[in-house]
């Protein structure tokens, strides 16, 4: 129930894996605009796309699709500072030959580098996100692999029309949901339509968007807010025409803080989707509109408003209806873990549907529910941890997310990173190693980008000195390293540079253009 993303990226999944044995059923009202924003993925979502059977050249080019390296975030730590959280590197089958993971702390506390110098250590992809520059790399000469370590920007309306063309077996009813009929047990039994039709189920799913109309209206799955993580609940978008396109189309979704919370740059193919994040705790929708237009440096622009919804409902399976997409979660979209979570749950639902060819007891879905809990809440976590690192007080929205806020005592069931472990141990934990033992988790490698570009470090010179006591030879250790190091980078930055941009990267693999057109 409900078309848009959500919708039609279920209802293909569920035609696409199980047609032999179910009939699938789509009905969307006309009364509502798809909300629209979800225009940049990670890395998982190449996952969705395989299941589906779907290369890039099948549907890029119909969506408006660009390839993404990484997320850059500018202004995030302090004004004037731009930094790289790329794709693939530490934890991925690319990362090797490379210095441990403690040198990088050591070297830092040696030569003072920069913001960036982590992700230039331990991953290629930076270069590629640096100089906007793309490869599939046949040849092997980066560490770097191609289908594991790129995501997308994409016009999310169309590729749900992408899918609804693809899957035309998918029964598409247009009618507006004005009531429901349930069984004795409580169990959702129809869902009555505006035009008099009564639409009949064994399963649901509820792709209504915010409003929830089934899971947490029907249902009654009590919504648990994220405030307390996350201050930022309007936002204002809108799409921009490319001035200069081989420049602006970049390989990065662009993240750039502003007075009252960051503004979004997203590049598609035919023009650039973007927006303003903020929170009306700290700003009126009036004066957030004359923020977002100068830092856009134009005012005539049409921009949509969202009212945002942080948080989950309490469980996204209930008796026999499933939430998908902004009907069960949503965290705002820093990390691009909207259309993230929303595959998520649909592959996860393909999962417990196919382990016993539809037996389901209350043991599969309690799973379901565990598993897509402990997902949106890691990234409601990683999400909130941005704001607390930086080092920005020059507003009283900066001020409040870096001086005033308190994390210590936020707890909210168990955090994912391990089970019995709430928010507040995981954020002691990360207190932890990096106050008392020097030393950050590689397994919790987000973070740990997150935290070197906003300039923290493990150590300080202070502390190397200790090192020394302990490794008197760590000094010609660290300088064979940062020289060779340096070598590295200034050779892997003339070899990037002599690749195609990601604009012709795209028109020679995707959009088949030649230079003339």
């Not at 004795?184 to 109309?213: H, I, M, N, P, R």
């Not at 999962?351 to 565990?370: A, C, H, P, S, W």
């Not at 001020?399 to 994390?407: A, F, G």
Request: proline share 3%; charged share 25%.
């Amino acid at each position: 129930v409900g078309g848009g993303t959500s919708g039609w990226m279920t209802a293909a999944t569920l035609q696409h894996m199980f047609s032999d044995d179910i009939e699938v059923s789509l009905i969307e009202s006309d009364k509502f605009k798809t909300i629209g924003v979800g225009e940049s993925t990670i890395q998982p979502f190449n996952r969705f796309l395989e299941l589906l059977d779907l290369a890039d050249e099948d549907w890029m080019a119909e969506c408006d699709a660009t390839y993404k390296n990484s997320i850059r975030f500018t202004d995030f730590g302090n004004i004037g500072d731009q930094f790289e959280y790329p794709f693939g590197g530490l934890g991925s089958p690319d990362y090797k030959d490379k210095p441990e993971f403690q040198t990088w702390a050591n070297l830092v506390a040696k030569y003072d580098l920069g913001i960036n110098s982590f992700a230039e250590l331990h991953n290629d992809n930076t270069f590629l996100a640096k100089y906007n520059r793309n490869t599939k790399n046949e040849g092997d000469k980066l560490r770097f692999d191609f289908d594991r370590s790129t995501a997308y920007h994409f016009n999310a309306e169309k590729f749900g029309q992408f899918l609804k063309k693809r899957h035309p077996n998918i029964t598409h009813h247009v009618d507006h949901i004005c009531g429901t009929e349930k069984d004795d047990d409580g169990s959702l039994k129809s869902v009555l339509g505006e035009s008099g039709k009564s639409y009949s189920a064994d399963l649901f799913v509820d792709c209504t968007g915010f409003q929830s109309l089934l899971l947490e209206k029907e249902m009654g799955s009590e919504f648990i807010s994220f405030k307390p993580w996350l201050s930022n609940d309007s936002a204002l978008a809108t799409h921009i025409p490319y001035t200069n396109k081989e420049e602006q189309l970049t390989n990065v979704t662009n993240c750039t803080a502003i007075e009252n919370g960051w503004v979004w740059n997203i590049p598609l193919w035919n023009n650039m989707g973007t927006g303003y994040c903020y929170s009306s705790d700290f700003v009126d929708d009036q004066t957030a509109e004359k923020e977002f237009k100068k830092h856009l440096g134009m005012d005539d622009v049409d921009l949509h408003k969202i009212d945002i919804r942080h948080g989950r409902r309490k469980n996204a399976w209930v008796k026999n209806v499933v939430g998908v997409g902004l009907s069960y979660a949503f965290v705002e979209p820093l990390e691009s873990t909207s259309l993230a979570s929303t595959h998520l749950i649909i592959s996860r639902m393909i999962e417990v549907l196919q382990r016993r060819k539809f037996n389901l007891t209350k043991f599969d879905i309690d799973g379901f529910n565990y598993g897509a809990k402990q997902e949106i809440q890691e990234a409601r976590s990683f999400v909130s941890i941005h704001y607390y690192l930086s080092s920005r007080c020059d507003t009283p929205y900066w001020k409040y997310q870096t001086q005033e806020r308190e994390l210590i005592h936020l707890d909210d069931g168990y955090h994912p990173s391990s089970m019995g472990q709430t928010f507040s141990s995981w954020y002691m934990k990360v207190l932890h190693q990096h106050s008392s033992e020097h030393v950050w988790d590689p397994s919790d490698k987000g973070v740990a980008y997150i935290l070197a570009g906003m300039g923290h470090k493990p150590i300080s010179e202070y502390y190397l000195n200790w090192v020394r006591q302990e490794h008197p030879d760590v000094d010609n250790h660290l300088e064979n390293v940062y020289d060779q190091w340096r070598q590295y980078v200034d050779s892997i930055s003339a070899y990037v540079k002599t690749l195609p941009s990601s604009y012709e990267f795209l028109k020679e693999h995707i959009y088949g253009l030649t230079d003339q057109q």
